[in-house]
């Protein structure tokens, strides 16, 4: 053992020491000082020491030129692959009604295992990127993390930035993520992430990072999906167990499965539809938008850096993207109507992730400060108050929309239509409905309670009886006041709705 800590160089490769050349097993491997690995350079791992030191110059590096850090996922952000042969066959043919959508889809040769042999993949650019990229490349610095193997991850990016001017050879692949669930910012930034951004189509395998940047997913090639996402369900099973190996192993079969099925099933020959359609289809503009976004989120931090220079302070992007998303919805309070099961919280719904991350205030029942009831059907109770009370009841995509924007749309286009005059004759409802019911019982309860302790001292301390008649009444009294609570809130808004389905719904 002292021959292994007398290797203290800061670098390796494969477990080899790129110093000295000395072998580290698995053991002595983890009881190295860190073990961050450089996506920049495969395979090569370096100490916790190595990496502050990294990071603090790729800092410096990024403040010289005046830019921030850019993370880009790859499939449904900025691309999208099918290995549908039926594509092959559109792009031979000039009579089809997709030649020309498809004239800017690259492919490549790839085995369903990873290596460069198999079958084609086909990948359509997502509008506006090239420009998108190299543009964005003047203020970021650009880095892929994807959920494909290594040779997909290259092959695309040999497509989308084919001399390597733009991303270099910034990519993490699944192959090097260390999980097959969850991204994380620490694989290429493990110090400081105050530069950092993100942009990718799902939240959630990044755990919902303020870093990020939300992108709506790219679907060109119709009902395809994410060629690269077919694993996870599966291997959130196994990986649920601690089984990496069984883990990876269900992944990889998983996607073997997944493009064998593409393969066969031919789901685009099936479909023989325009992929750009007759003009129904908006078309796609999220990078144009995007743009915006970012350009918006650098100006605003190197403004703030400048102010801060003196106090050798950074600022955070984390921050600023905070401040631009809340400014989207401020003023606004929603309550949400047949958005949530009746036995889910409405709180934990993506709705109310959204709404609140964007700058509304959520709430459960409908009051005066109320502005906006999001609605997923007609004819609901706060449907109908929301329109007794003039206020906007609009359809749930326009909150989807205002947010995916990144500004607030015009409800004009939303909005539900107007009740029924029968609805409308419904009693409006009881004054009493935002009454606090609880508050009101525990200030009964602590009168009768009083009043217990004075019929025990006229008793001459017959505390047994005095207690039992008051009790009666307390249990009398709370028996009076629930009854009268629910006949109250009978047509309370609160209450639970039926919804036409026969399902129902609670608060959400």
């Not at 709180?347 to 609605?375: M, N, P, Q, Y």
């Not at 009454?435 to 009083?450: P, Q, R």
Request: aromatic content about 6%.
């Amino acid at each position: 053992m002292e021959d292994f800590m007398s290797c203290s160089h800061p670098a390796r490769v494969s477990g080899m020491c790129v110093v000295c050349g000395k072998v580290l097993d698995e053991e002595e491997l983890r009881q190295l000082d860190g073990g961050e690995q450089l996506h920049d350079i495969s395979g090569v791992q370096v100490t916790t020491a190595e990496a502050a030191r990294l990071d603090s110059e790729s800092t410096r590096r990024l403040l010289e030129q005046r830019k921030l850090a850019l993370i880009v996922d790859l499939d449904q952000t900025i691309i999208h692959a099918t290995v549908d042969p039926t594509v092959g066959e559109w792009m031979k043919d000039q009579s089809n009604a997709n030649y020309k959508a498809l004239a800017d889809v690259g492919k490549f040769l790839l085995g369903v295992d990873g290596k460069a042999d198999g079958c084609w993949y086909y990948v359509k650019p997502r509008p506006g990127l090239q420009n998108f990229l190299t543009q964005l490349s003047e203020r970021y610095e650009l880095h892929v993390y994807t959920m494909g193997t290594r040779t997909y991850a290259e092959s695309v990016c040999r497509l989308v930035d084919p001399d390597g001017s733009l991303f270099g050879a910034r990519i993490i692949s699944r192959d090097e993520n260390g999980s097959l669930l969850q991204k994380s910012l620490s694989k290429l930034f493990p110090m400081d992430t105050s530069m950092v951004a993100i942009i990718d189509d799902r939240a959630d395998v990044w755990q919902w990072s303020p870093n990020l940047v939300r992108v709506t997913p790219f679907d060109f090639f119709v009902g395809i999906g994410d060629i690269n996402a077919s694993f996870l369900p599966k291997a959130l099973e196994a990986e649920a167990k601690a089984e990496d190996d069984a883990a990876k192993t269900v992944a990889e079969q998983s996607q073997k499965t997944a493009v064998s099925e593409q393969l066969d099933a031919r789901p685009l020959a099936k479909m023989q539809e325009a992929l750009e359609g007759d003009g129904s289809k908006k078309t796609d503009r999220e990078l144009y938008k995007l743009h915006e976004v970012l350009n918006d989120i650098h100006t605003r931090w190197y403004t703030d850096y400048d102010k801060r220079k003196s106090q050798e302070e950074k600022p955070s992007i984390t921050q600023i993207i905070s401040q631009i998303k809340t400014a989207v919805l401020d003023g606004c309070t929603f309550v949400f109507s047949s958005i949530a099961p009746v036995n889910q919280d409405p709180g934990s719904t993506e709705l109310w992730r959204l709404a609140t991350e964007f700058g509304a205030v959520c709430k459960r029942s409908l009051d005066s400060k109320v502005t906006h009831v999001i609605a997923a059907k007609q004819g609901t109770e706060k449907v109908i108050n929301g329109h007794r009370r003039n206020i906007h009841v609009v359809w749930y995509t326009w909150l989807q929309e205002s947010c995916t924007r990144w500004s607030r749309q015009s409800e004009d286009g939303y909005a539900l239509p107007n009740p029924t005059k029968e609805q409308l004759r419904r009693p409006p409802p009881s004054r009493f409905d935002e009454m606090n019911w609880d508050e009101a019982n525990d200030e009964v309860d602590a009168v009768l309670n009083g009043l217990s302790d004075d019929e025990s001292t006229l008793n001459g301390g017959n505390t047994s009886s005095g207690s039992s008649e008051a009790g009666d009444r307390r249990q009398g009294s709370k028996m009076k006041r629930t009854h009268s609570n629910t006949s109250l809130n009978s047509s309370n808004d609160n209450s639970v709705e039926e919804a036409e389905d026969g399902s129902s719904e609670a608060g959400g």
